[in-house]
Nanobody, 120 residues
Framework: QVQLVESGGGSVQAGGSLRLSCAAS??????INWSRQAPGKEREWVAR????????YYDDSVKGRFTISQDNSKNTVYLQMNSLKPEDTGMYYC???????????????WGQGTQVTVSS
């Protein structure tokens, strides 16, 4: 059974923290992305982890504030978000796929998303 489920979203004040989870099962993948989409804007990539090496990559807008990590025993990837800003507000999606080096080359599935709202 294929399943990709995000959780952990919520509402926080600026400066607060949230941890998102992405649990994947039944898919073939070697990397997981987190992306976000604010109302009226295009979806944008946030962070990536290569599941075999543990290598991580971040968009400049979140570097130093967000940390992507994994628990291979649970097939789960986390996105720890600290020092949140109102501009971090949006629906956060994880995606599993195939990466060649750091490049995400084949998308296998998107999750349903989890909402993050940061108030000033």
């Amino acid at each position: 059974q294929v399943q990709l489920v995000e959780s952990g979203g919520g509402s926080v004040q600026a400066g607060g923290s949230l941890r998102l989870s992405c649990a994947a099962s039944g898919y073939t993948y070697n990397c997981i992305n987190w992306s976000r989409q604010a109302p009226g804007k295009e979806r944008e990539w946030v962070a990536r982890i290569l599941t075999l090496s543990g290598s991580t990559y971040y968009d400049d807008s979140v570097k130093g504030r967000f940390t992507i990590s994994q628990d291979n025993s649970k097939n789960t990837v986390y996105l720890q978000m600290n020092s949140l800003k109102p501009e971090d507000t949006g629906m956060y999606y994880c995606a599993v796929g195939i990466c060649t080096g750091p490049a995400f080359t084949k998308l296998n599935a998107w999750g349903q998303g989890t909402q993050v709202t940061v108030s000033s």
